[in-house]
């Protein structure tokens, strides 16, 4: 069974820094785009950034441009999310999931999830 499992959130100040974590086990990382979502508290999930299997397209959320990174490391099986100069808007659980299309990014198939991580940014 494929399992995603996610780490790194927490509690920062704005303008503060994190990097959220996501290993995936029971399968290969470069079989499927990679996609980080969020949802805030009364709010619908929504789509924040993807990389396609090599991590050599991109796709980002107008307002994280600039601000968050996705990365990849197929050897580790664990692709990032590097997020610079947090918002309180940010605040959110935030989620990765593996898309069935090698590089489809927004349009992609998301079947498996994981867990959620809390990241909470105070002003």
């Known amino acids: 069974q494929v399992q995603l499992i996610e780490s790194g959130g927490g509690l920062v100040q704005a303008g503060g820094s994190l990097r959220l974590s996501c290993t995936l086990s029971?399968?290969?990382?470069?079989?499927?785009?990679m996609a980080w979502f969020r949802q805030a508290p009364g709010k619908e999930r929504e789509f924040v950034t993807a990389a396609s299997w090599s991590g050599t397209m991109t796709d980002y959320e107008d307002s994280v441009k600039g601000r968050f990174s996705i990365s990849r490391d197929n050897d580790k099986n664990t692709v990032y999310l590097q997020m610079n100069n947090l918002k309180p808007e940010d605040t959110a659980v935030y989620y990765c999931?593996?898309?069935?299309?090698?590089?489809?990014?927004?349009?992609?198939?998301?079947?498996?999830w994981g867990q959620g991580t809390q990241v909470t940014v105070s002003s």
């Open positions: 029971g399968g290969t990382l470069s079989s499927y785009a």
């Open positions: 999931a593996a898309g069935s299309h090698p590089y489809l990014l927004r349009g992609n198939r998301y079947e498996t």
